[in-house]
């Protein structure tokens, strides 16, 4: 099941099964800078060839979704509470794990975010392609991931939204 809305940085899709959100795609065209490696092409490419289940505006989890995405565009909610699913590797699950121990409004490098998994930073480029493949941005924030000198590097949704991000949640701190 899924539902849509809009929102500052374009048309999101939602995407749950009956206990948990499994996916958040970037509605349209991908933009210049996105990952062609993302988990969110491949979901809109699959989804744009099937139908991933109905569309459901009313079911509870998907209502409380958009609730709490519009109160973080909003500005008013710095952390999710919401049953997430992602599928990925056990590698990907730990990495997307450790994305959410990075505080809104805060950054952190790929090389930072393979020390906080007993990893060398060279294994940053490993990180990098499982942050790429994040199927549930901004609840999990692989846009707070950026390159080792703060550049911002590669985002499935494109670079423009990953700063969009960024802006607003360093706007919402002051």
């Keep these: 099941m899924w539902t849509s809305m809009d929102s500052p940085v374009g048309e999101l899709r939602i995407i749950a099964n009956r206990t948990a959100i499994t996916a958040i795609e970037f509605a349209g065209p991908a933009p210049a800078g996105a990952s062609p490696h993302s988990s969110m092409s491949r979901a809109a490419a699959v989804s744009l060839g099937r139908p991933v289940g109905d569309r459901d505006d009313a079911h509870p989890l998907l209502v409380e979704a958009v609730r709490q995405l519009r109160a973080y565009f909003d500005g008013e909610l ?3 509470d919401l049953p ?6 056990p590698f990907q699950l730990s990495v997307w794990e450790q994305l959410r121990g990075i505080g809104y409004g805060e950054t952190a490098s790929y090389g930072a ?7 060398r930073p060279a ?4 990180v990098g392609l499982a942050n790429g493949r994040n199927p549930i941005p901004i609840v999990i ?8 000198n703060g550049t911002l590097t590669g985002y499935a949704g494109g670079v423009e939204r990953k700063q969009q991000l960024l802006d607003l949640e360093q706007g919402a701190l002051f």
Aim: proline share 7%.
């Design 113 to 119: 975010v393979a020390a906080r998994l007993g990893m």
């Design 84 to 89: 997430l699913e992602p599928a990925g590797t």
């Design 78 to 80: 710095k952390e999710f």
């Design 123 to 126: 294994a940053s480029r490993a």
């Design 141 to 148: 924030p692989c846009h707070r991931v950026v390159g080792a």
